[in-house]
């Protein structure tokens, strides 16, 4: 059994709030952290936590972002009705029945790297002028010209009914 830490389990949560359609940037990580908790854990915490979770293969680099892998999503199963703390009491406990399978890729995430995004972070939500603002989520390329639900123009029905 490995030791287990409450840092582990935030960025964990942390991750599966902010790496849902795609691999979560840094900065969109610690937004999904300022999210869940009240105090964000250290800068020096947060690379320890990352250095871990690569090392047991639950996280891994993809796209210039961070995703879960297949074995992370059993560790965060339980109920999604639990408030913070109860998810990551669960996830804790998850964790350390966790048995780590072979040998991962290990990705360095510097300290210097998470004090940027802190600070990116920061400047965003003082601008937005909103506590725990995320970042704004690409927008998918619409077709000019076109919109869902208009594929014929408007007949009345007395027209669509005479066929002679």
């Not at 840094?26 to 964000?40: F, G, K, M, Q, W």
């Not at 048995?99 to 790297?113: A, C, I, P, T, W």
């Not at 990116?120 to 937005?128: F, I, P, V």
Request: net charge positive; charged share 25%.
């Amino acid at each position: 059994m490995h030791p287990v830490q409450n840092v582990d389990a935030i960025l964990l949560l942390a991750l599966s709030h902010a790496a849902k359609r795609r691999p979560a940037e840094l900065i969109e990580i610690i937004a999904a952290v300022d999210l869940t908790l009240e105090a964000r854990p250290p800068a020096s915490k947060l690379s320890e936590s990352f250095s871990r979770l690569f090392e047991y293969g639950l996280i891994c680099a993809q796209d210039g972002g961070y995703t879960l892998t297949p074995n992370a999503l059993p560790i965060l199963s339980g109920p999604k009705k639990a408030n913070a703390q109860e998810r990551i009491q669960n996830i804790k406990k998850n964790l350390a029945a966790y048995r780590v399978k072979g040998e991962h890729e290990l990705v360095s995430v510097e300290e210097k790297q998470i004090a940027e995004a802190v600070l990116a972070h920061q400047s965003t939500r003082r601008s937005a002028g909103k506590k725990n603002m995320l970042m704004p989520k690409p927008k998918p390329v619409e077709e000019p010209g076109k919109r869902p639900g208009q594929s014929k123009p408007y007949q009345p029905f007395s027209a669509r009914r005479r066929k002679d």
